[in-house]
C-alpha cells in the first residue's frame, strides 16, 4: 500500500456563507444586516436610517426594501412639505 493512497481525499467545501452584508440605497450605505440564528438585524450607518436600527428581518432582501421604502418615504414628507410652503 502507497502512501499515495492511504490519504483520504481531499474534498473542497464551499465557502461559508456571508454573516453580514452592506446594505446600499441609491449606492449609499446605509447600513449592514447581521445574520444569525433568528434571521438579520440591521444596523444603521447614518442617521435617516436609525428608525431601522436594531429591527429584525427575515432576510437581507426584506432589509434593503425596508431601506429603500423609508428613503422613498422620506423623500415624498420632503417634496410634500416643500409644496405646502409654497402655497
Sequence with gaps: MS?????PALTRQPPPAPQAYVIEVDDDAVGIVVRDS???TFHAAASAYYPLDHRRFASAAAAQKA???????RAKALRGAGQRRAN
Design 38 to 40: 433568528d434571521g438579520y
Design 3 to 7: 502512501l499515495q493512497s492511504a490519504r
Design 67 to 73: 431601506a429603500q421604502a423609508l428613503r422613498h418615504d
